[in-house]
């Protein structure tokens, strides 16, 4: 009898060591293959397969709260906001911000911030007569809620996050009358206490103008130059939201005459993947995260996620698209962190333009 059980206990784990022999063997070509993509990672720039987590969106009205999914990496140094800055990405009362600035006459920030409450929330009084006026909240709202199906399960979803994308925060300010001129003045004088944001405001419309047929018969992408890409670094530099966004925004532009490359990517950058770094990045350094969001829940009905990385990994980007992005993410936020982009180049030379793909993120007149 013990004979008999010693030699069943033999066979069991004669059985067990052969399939799991097995099964090591027919997975050790895939572990094989993983470990390989993780050591080459290790010796580049590139991300190992593992870095694109699983996604458990939930369905619910977004918050902006925050879920590491596209990657667990990020920056290292603290987004730089001022209290004026935070209160104005938050939407929190216009028109105590604009009593605060208003004091402020000689700080950038100050200018900066005053101009675009202005632009925003003022009547110009120089507009063009043929322009539309603007609808107020309450019709706009009013129209959104007529255009949802009553009975459909979404459509509170999708009622709340519409008010949330559209917060009543200019108040009284709605009052208030200013001109083209008077808002120009403003954004040239910060410019010229060099605040970051509006000297990025200043590249970008610059660039942008250089695709006007109007001004360039050769207007089949914009150019860049030098000076320029030294401009754009020095607007990813300063940690300043609006500024991080259009400094990367602008690397994912066609110029006609060069093209950028970061790190040791051997390609010139894919500008689609490079568009969704700029909001990434901007959020990351203290920006606005979730207006995007709510507005895609209220106008697309995409409430599955909460927050603006599960967004673009649940509903934008695929699982490759995903490793480009964060890969530029996370090159990019190194060299914003040691202040060193001796890895973003220009390489100049005609390029293709015959798709063009051209971004503004002020507006410029």
Same mark, same amino acid.
């Given at each position: 009898?013990?004979?008999?059980?010693? +030699?069943?206990?033999?066979?069991?784990?004669?059985?067990?060591?052969?399939?799991?022999?097995?099964?090591?063997?027919?997975?050790?070509?895939?572990?094989?293959?993983?470990?390989?993509?993780?050591?080459?990672?290790?010796?580049?720039?590139?991300?190992?397969?593992?870095?694109?987590?699983?996604?458990?969106?939930?369905?619910?009205?977004?918050?902006?709260?925050?879920?590491?999914?596209?990657? #667990?990496?990020?920056?290292?140094?603290?987004?730089?906001?001022?209290?004026?800055?935070?209160?104005? +990405?938050?939407?929190?009362?216009?028109?105590?911000?604009?009593?605060?600035?208003?004091?402020?006459?000689?700080?950038?920030?100050?200018?900066?911030?005053? #101009?675009?409450?202005?632009?925003?929330? #003022?009547?110009?009084?120089?507009?063009?007569?043929?322009?539309?006026?603007?609808?107020?909240?309450?019709?706009?709202?009013?129209?959104?809620?007529?255009?949802?199906?009553?009975?459909?399960?979404?459509?509170?979803?999708?009622?709340?996050?519409?008010?949330?994308?559209?917060?009543?925060?200019?108040?009284?300010?709605?009052?208030?009358?200013?001109?083209?001129?008077?808002?120009?003045?403003?954004?040239?004088?910060?410019?010229?206490?060099?605040?970051?944001?509006?000297?990025?405001?200043?590249?970008?419309?610059?660039?942008?103008?250089?695709?006007?047929?109007?001004?360039?018969?050769?207007?089949?992408?914009?150019?860049?130059?030098d000076s320029r890409t030294e401009?754009?670094?020095?607007? +990813?530099?300063?940690?300043?939201?609006?500024?991080?966004?259009?400094?990367?925004?602008?690397?994912?532009?066609?110029?006609?005459?060069?093209?950028?490359?970061?790190?040791?990517?051997?390609?010139?950058?894919?500008?689609? #993947?490079?568009?969704?770094?700029?909001?990434l990045l901007a959020c990351q350094?203290?920006?606005?995260?979730?207006?995007?969001?709510?507005?895609?829940?209220?106008?697309?009905?995409?409430?599955?996620?909460?927050?603006?990385?599960?967004?673009?990994?649940?509903?934008?980007?695929?699982?490759?698209?995903?490793?480009?992005?964060?890969?530029?993410?996370?090159?990019?936020?190194?060299?914003?962190?040691?202040?060193?982009?001796?890895?973003?180049?220009?390489?100049?030379?005609?390029?293709?333009?015959?798709?063009?793909?051209?971004?503004?993120?002020?507006?410029?007149?």
């Amino acid at each position: 009898m013990k004979k008999l059980l010693a +030699i069943l206990i033999l066979g069991v784990v004669a059985a067990l060591a052969w399939k799991t022999w097995s099964d090591s063997t027919a997975l050790s070509s895939s572990a094989k293959a993983v470990r390989s993509a993780e050591a080459g990672a290790a010796k580049s720039d590139a991300l190992p397969p593992s870095a694109v987590f699983k996604i458990d969106p939930r369905l619910g009205a977004p918050t902006g709260a925050s879920s590491a999914v596209i990657s #667990a990496k990020r920056g290292q140094l603290p987004a730089q906001l001022s209290p004026l800055m935070a209160d104005y +990405i938050a939407k929190k009362d216009f028109p105590a911000l604009m009593s605060k600035v208003s004091q402020m006459p000689d700080d950038g920030e100050a200018n900066y911030i005053r #101009a675009q409450l202005l632009n925003s929330c #003022a009547t110009k009084t120089d507009a063009d007569a043929n322009a539309k006026p603007r609808k107020s909240r309450v019709d706009r709202r009013a129209e959104f809620v007529a255009s949802l199906r009553p009975n459909h399960p979404d459509t509170p979803l999708r009622i709340n996050a519409w008010d949330l994308a559209n917060p009543d925060a200019c108040g009284s300010l709605r009052d208030l009358k200013t001109t083209k001129k008077e808002i120009a003045d403003l954004l040239a004088r910060a410019e010229e206490l060099k605040d970051a944001s509006a000297l990025a405001r200043e590249l970008n419309c610059e660039i942008i103008a250089t695709n006007n047929p109007a001004t360039n018969p050769d207007a089949r992408g914009v150019e860049i130059n030098d000076s320029r890409t030294e401009r754009i670094r020095q607007a +990813i530099a300063s940690r300043k939201p609006d500024a991080v966004r259009a400094g990367v925004g602008m690397l994912a532009n066609t110029y006609r005459n060069g093209a950028f490359r970061v790190g040791s990517e051997g390609a010139f950058v894919d500008q689609s #993947a490079m568009h969704h770094v700029a909001n990434l990045l901007a959020c990351q350094y203290g920006g606005d995260c979730v207006s995007g969001v709510h507005r895609a829940c209220a106008n697309e009905g995409r409430c599955a996620t909460n927050n603006f990385e599960d967004y673009l990994a649940y509903y934008e980007l695929s699982p490759s698209a995903a490793q480009l992005v964060e890969r530029y993410r996370d090159q990019l936020t190194r060299m914003i962190d040691s202040n060193d982009f001796s890895q973003l180049q220009l390489v100049k030379g005609d390029q293709p333009t015959d798709s063009v793909r051209v971004g503004s993120y002020f507006q410029c007149n």
